[in-house]
Every structure is written in structure tokens, then in C-alpha cells.
């Protein structure tokens, strides 16, 4: 028996406004998670351990690199119940599993950071490197076995009237993890021994200072522990009874969903040449807008001289400035302007705020550098609530969870590539100037520049073209089945 028909004989229920905001605490959860990952670990092990910029950024980047994984768990979600469930025991599963292994993570970016400093860059640290970059993937794969199933439930537990306000809602929800991480994680690192004099060691024979790695951990180590363990409350709060109770996959593939296989649902995924050109603008548009992930933090720390609780306060701005584009966009700018014009707004206006982030560096001034992410995450909210409705009007439900394993994977590989590329162009940027705001700028500046190109992709989406075309695959793939 399906989920959808333990209500066989009565309508299923609307999904209520609560339960949209309890499905957004899973989004919460995953936030908070970036924060640590990206903004945390980042920090540290560029700014206060010393790790050359693309070493960390491709270490860290390479839980990204397994995306092709969330299309095999997307298609396990459609075909494969896990504790009596298409999506819900595959969100807590990979919850857990997430969670356990950022702890891992850091645990290992000590042991990179003292072989680095007894050794060098030698065969320990090497290894150490390879280590983290190894745990990264092994936390990517656990991310996708909980996150892609989680989108394709939003899927199955909407309608097209409804949608909409749920993905604004549950992406809202994201950002408002970034900004409540920020706030908690900078307070709990809020603390003279792990910034500054206070933490650096003279070494006297070599006449230079390292940092008291040992200090550093008993700042960190508690935030590693104290935060994962409220996002697996919140994945486990977040979806609690909603599959049982509001989806509608098993009605909508027929009560066949066991028999779409994977190479089936690959079929109706490549019918449409819109699922290639769709999947290359997510490529550029994701690739454009995360680059600084990688150096946001160490800009902060050695353009502006913050401490890590201050640089981490960052992205309670650019937070706070996406969720209030998410929210304003979905009610006041996309019913006016469609979904695709507006995303194209939000790219030119997000290309336009990385002026203001040179210019704040330039300036050495805090309050320019901050007004320039909040302005940013505004761009990056209307993108985002664009962006995402779109995404799921190129989505068959027949094969959600394919089809979101799909755009999963787009995303993934351009943040990842974004992560090493930010990286990358720093360490390029640093050869090439003395002056680290140029060096800085130069990530900023290509950033803009793929904005723009991403406009010129966007506009060549055609999501009728879409839909037609995978309806007719649907209908071959699912005739061919029953002729044998």
C-alpha cells in the first residue's frame, strides 16, 4: 500500500501554512550547516592555519564533487521505501549521517594544521589534505541522500496553486538558518582567546608566530557539536508525519512508482532539449553567484582585520538580505513580472552589488562591505525564489525525484567548482597584485561577469516546450513497460 492511499476513498488535505514553515525547519538545518562548512572551516583553515587558499577550497568543495549521486538518490526515493517511506526515512538517514561527519571534518583540519606547522607541505600534510578533502565527500553523499529526497517531497505534497508560496517559504526558512547560525555560532565563538594576539604563539628559534592550535580547538569544538545536533532535531521536526499525511506521489505515478526504474525515469529526463539548456544556466547562474563563498571570510579577516566571530557575522547580512528577497519576491515582484524576468533581474542586480564589495575593500570601510551583502542577498532572494519556482515548473512528478536529483547535481557541481575556483583565482590574483583587495576583486569581478552571461542562457528556457515533451516521453516509456 502507497502512502497517498492509506486516504484512499477521501481527497487528500491541502498542505496548511504551518506545516509549509515546519517543512522550511529542515532548510533551517541546512543553513546552519553551511555556515560551519563554508564560513567556519573556511575561515580557519585559510586565514588562521595557513592552508593555501585552493587546498581548502577544493578540499571542502569536494562534497560537491559527488552530486552525480543525487540523481541515483532522487530515482531510490521514487522506487525504494525506506521504514515505509519514499522520502521521509532517507531525509533523517542522511541527516544523521551529515551531521556526524562535519564534526569528523574539523577534527581532521586540526590535524592538517599542526603536520602543517612541524612539517611544512610535506608528505603528512599531503596526506592530511587528501583526508579532508575524502570526509568532504563522504559528507557530500550523506547530504544528497537527505536533501534531494527532501526537495522531491516538496514536490509531492503541493500543487501547482500551492507551490509557489512553499518554496518561498522553506527557502526563506534557509536563510533564516544562515542568519540565526551566524548569530549563535558567533557568540559561542565570541571569545579574546581564539582572536588575535591572544592566540598566536612566538616561536623564538624561527622568529615567527603560529597559531595555538590547542586553543583554537577548545573554542571551536563545542560549536561543531552543539549545532549539528539541533539540525538533526530540526530535519526530524521538519518532517515528521507530513509524508503520511499530504503526499500525492503515489496517485500521481498511478501506484507504480516501485516500477519506474532508473534508466526509465533517465529517459524521460533527457526528452527535452529544455532539461540541457536549463541545466547549463543553473550550471553558470550557481558557479557565478557562490564564488565568494571561498573567500568571503578570509576578505573579512585580512582586508577588514576581523576576528572569526566577527568575519562569521557576515553572513547573518547577506542572510538577512536573501530572506527578505525570497519573501518580497514571491508575493510583490514574480506576480507581476513572471518567474523568468524576475530572475533576470535578480542577476543584474546581484552583478551590480560586487562593485560595492571592492569598493568596501578599497575603503577599508566595515559598514560598506556589510551594506554591500545585505544588498547582494536581496539580488541573490530574487534569484533564488525565481530560480527555484522554475525549477520545479521543469520537473515531471512522475519522476520528482529524478528530475530534482537532476538539478541537484547542476547546482552541486557549479558550487563546487565555484569553491575551487574562488580559490583558485584568489591565489592567481595574489600572484598577480600586491594589493589584496585586487586579489580579492578579481573573484568578485568574474563573478559579475557570469551574472550577465547567465541572463543570456535564461532566456532561451521554454518550460511549455517542457512539459509537452515529457509528457509524450512519460507516456512512450510508460507504454513500452506494459508491452513488455
Same mark, same amino acid.
Given at each position: 500500500?502507497?502512502?497517498?492511499?492509506?486516504? &484512499?476513498?477521501?481527497?487528500?488535505?491541502?498542505?496548511?501554512?504551518?506545516?509549509?514553515?515546519?517543512?522550511?525547519?529542515?532548510?533551517?538545518?541546512?543553513?546552519?550547516?553551511?555556515?560551519?562548512?563554508?564560513?567556519?572551516l573556511n575561515r580557519v583553515l585559510i586565514d588562521e592555519l595557513a592552508v593555501l587558499p585552493w587546498v581548502a577550497a577544493t578540499a571542502i568543495a569536494m562534497y560537491q564533487f559527488v552530486s552525480p549521486f543525487k540523481v541515483w538518490c532522487g530515482q531510490l526515493s521514487d522506487s525504494q521505501r525506506l521504514w515505509g517511506y519514499h522520502r521521509t526515512g532517507y531525509v533523517w538517514l542522511g541527516a544523521l549521517g551529515f551531521t556526524i561527519l562535519s564534526f569528523i571534518a574539523l577534527q581532521v583540519v586540526w590535524q592538517l594544521g599542526l603536520s602543517l606547522q612541524n612539517n611544512g607541505w610535506g608528505a603528512l600534510t599531503?596526506?592530511?589534505?587528501?583526508? +579532508?578533502?575524502?570526509?568532504?565527500?563522504?559528507?557530500?553523499?550523506?547530504?544528497?541522500?537527505?536533501?534531494?529526497?527532501?526537495?522531491?517531497?516538496?514536490?509531492?505534497?503541493?500543487?501547482?496553486?500551492?507551490?509557489?508560496?512553499?518554496?518561498?517559504?522553506?527557502?526563506?526558512?534557509?536563510?533564516?538558518?544562515?542568519?540565526?547560525?551566524?548569530?549563535?555560532?558567533?557568540?559561542? #565563538?565570541?571569545?579574546?582567546?581564539?582572536?588575535?594576539?591572544?592566540?598566536?604563539?612566538?616561536?623564538?628559534?624561527?622568529?615567527?608566530?603560529?597559531?595555538?592550535?590547542?586553543? =583554537?580547538?577548545?573554542?571551536?569544538?563545542?560549536?561543531?557539536?552543539?549545532?549539528? @545536533?539541533?539540525?538533526?532535531?530540526?530535519?526530524?521536526?521538519?518532517?515528521?508525519?507530513?509524508?503520511?499525511?499530504?503526499?500525492?506521489?503515489?496517485?500521481?505515478?498511478?501506484?507504480?512508482?516501485?516500477?519506474?526504474? =532508473?534508466?526509465?525515469?533517465?529517459?524521460?529526463?533527457?526528452?527535452?532539449?529544455?532539461?540541457?539548456?536549463?541545466?547549463?544556466?543553473? =550550471?553558470? +547562474?550557481?558557479?557565478?553567484?557562490?564564488?565568494?563563498?571561498?573567500?568571503?571570510?578570509?576578505?573579512?579577516?585580512?582586508?577588514?582585520?576581523?576576528?572569526?566571530?566577527?568575519?562569521?557575522?557576515?553572513?547573518?547580512?547577506?542572510?538577512?538580505?536573501?530572506?527578505?528577497?525570497?519573501?518580497?519576491?514571491?508575493?510583490?515582484?514574480?506576480?507581476?513580472?513572471?518567474?523568468?524576468?524576475?530572475?533576470?533581474?535578480?542577476? &543584474?542586480?546581484?552583478?551590480?552589488?560586487?562593485?560595492?564589495?571592492?569598493?568596501?575593500?578599497?575603503?577599508?570601510?566595515?559598514?560598506?562591505?556589510?551594506?554591500?551583502?545585505?544588498?547582494?542577498?536581496?539580488?541573490?532572494?530574487?534569484?533564488? &525564489?525565481?530560480?527555484?519556482?522554475?525549477? +520545479?515548473?521543469?520537473?515531471?512528478?512522475?519522476?520528482?525525484?529524478?528530475?530534482?536529483?537532476?538539478?541537484?547535481? @547542476?547546482?552541486?557541481?557549479?558550487?563546487?567548482?565555484?569553491?575551487? &575556483?574562488?580559490?583558485?583565482?584568489?591565489?592567481?590574483?595574489?600572484?598577480?597584485?600586491?594589493?589584496?583587495? #585586487? @586579489?580579492?576583486? =578579481?573573484?568578485?569581478?568574474?563573478?559579475?561577469?557570469?551574472?550577465?552571461?547567465?541572463?543570456?542562457?535564461?532566456?532561451?528556457?521554454?518550460?511549455?516546450?517542457?512539459?509537452?515533451?515529457?509528457?509524450?516521453?512519460?507516456?512512450?516509456?510508460?507504454?513500452?513497460? +506494459?508491452?513488455?
Amino acid at each position: 500500500m502507497t502512502v497517498s492511499e492509506s486516504m &484512499a476513498g477521501s481527497p487528500l488535505p491541502k498542505l496548511p501554512l504551518v506545516t509549509m514553515f515546519r517543512l522550511g525547519l529542515f532548510q533551517m538545518g541546512l543553513g546552519i550547516m553551511s555556515l560551519l562548512t563554508l564560513g567556519v572551516l573556511n575561515r580557519v583553515l585559510i586565514d588562521e592555519l595557513a592552508v593555501l587558499p585552493w587546498v581548502a577550497a577544493t578540499a571542502i568543495a569536494m562534497y560537491q564533487f559527488v552530486s552525480p549521486f543525487k540523481v541515483w538518490c532522487g530515482q531510490l526515493s521514487d522506487s525504494q521505501r525506506l521504514w515505509g517511506y519514499h522520502r521521509t526515512g532517507y531525509v533523517w538517514l542522511g541527516a544523521l549521517g551529515f551531521t556526524i561527519l562535519s564534526f569528523i571534518a574539523l577534527q581532521v583540519v586540526w590535524q592538517l594544521g599542526l603536520s602543517l606547522q612541524n612539517n611544512g607541505w610535506g608528505a603528512l600534510t599531503i596526506f592530511w589534505s587528501i583526508v +579532508l578533502g575524502a570526509v568532504f565527500a563522504a559528507y557530500g553523499v550523506t547530504l544528497s541522500l537527505s536533501s534531494t529526497p527532501f526537495a522531491a517531497l516538496l514536490v509531492d505534497v503541493s500543487d501547482e496553486d500551492n507551490r509557489s508560496k512553499l518554496v518561498g517559504i522553506v527557502w526563506s526558512m534557509l536563510m533564516v538558518g544562515i542568519v540565526v547560525g551566524a548569530i549563535v555560532s558567533s557568540r559561542l #565563538l565570541n571569545t579574546p582567546e581564539i582572536c588575535g594576539p591572544a592566540l598566536l604563539n612566538a616561536d623564538a628559534l624561527l622568529v615567527k608566530k603560529t597559531v595555538d592550535i590547542a586553543q =583554537l580547538q577548545r573554542g571551536i569544538n563545542p560549536v561543531f557539536i552543539i549545532m549539528p @545536533a539541533i539540525v538533526v532535531f530540526l530535519a526530524w521536526l521538519a518532517t515528521v508525519g507530513v509524508e503520511k499525511k499530504y503526499s500525492r506521489f503515489g496517485d500521481r505515478s498511478g501506484g507504480r512508482e516501485d516500477e519506474i526504474t =532508473l534508466g526509465q525515469a533517465l529517459k524521460v529526463l533527457t526528452a527535452s532539449r529544455q532539461t540541457a539548456i536549463f541545466f547549463g544556466f543553473l =550550471l553558470l +547562474l550557481t558557479l557565478s553567484l557562490f564564488m565568494q563563498d571561498a573567500v568571503l571570510e578570509p576578505y573579512g579577516g585580512e582586508v577588514f582585520n576581523l576576528c572569526i566571530s566577527e568575519t562569521t557575522q557576515l553572513n547573518a547580512f547577506f542572510g538577512m538580505g536573501t530572506l527578505l528577497g525570497i519573501g518580497s519576491t514571491g508575493f510583490f515582484v514574480v506576480p507581476r513580472l513572471g518567474k523568468q524576468r524576475t530572475t533576470s533581474l535578480g542577476c &543584474a542586480l546581484a552583478a551590480l552589488c560586487f562593485s560595492l564589495l571592492i569598493l568596501a575593500g578599497f575603503q577599508q570601510n566595515v559598514t560598506l562591505l556589510k551594506s554591500g551583502l545585505l544588498f547582494f542577498g536581496l539580488a541573490s532572494g530574487m534569484i533564488t &525564489a525565481g530560480a527555484t519556482s522554475l525549477m +520545479l515548473d521543469l520537473t515531471a512528478v512522475e519522476t520528482a525525484g529524478t528530475f530534482i536529483g537532476a538539478w541537484g547535481l @547542476a547546482q552541486s557541481i557549479s558550487r563546487g567548482l565555484a569553491t575551487v &575556483a574562488g580559490g583558485t583565482v584568489l591565489n592567481i590574483g595574489k600572484a598577480l597584485f600586491a594589493n589584496a583587495v #585586487l @586579489a580579492y576583486g =578579481l573573484v568578485f569581478a568574474l563573478q559579475a561577469l557570469g551574472l550577465i552571461l547567465s541572463i543570456f542562457l535564461l532566456n532561451k528556457v521554454n518550460v511549455r516546450e517542457f512539459q509537452d515533451n515529457a509528457k509524450t516521453a512519460i507516456a512512450t516509456v510508460m507504454a513500452g513497460d +506494459l508491452d513488455g
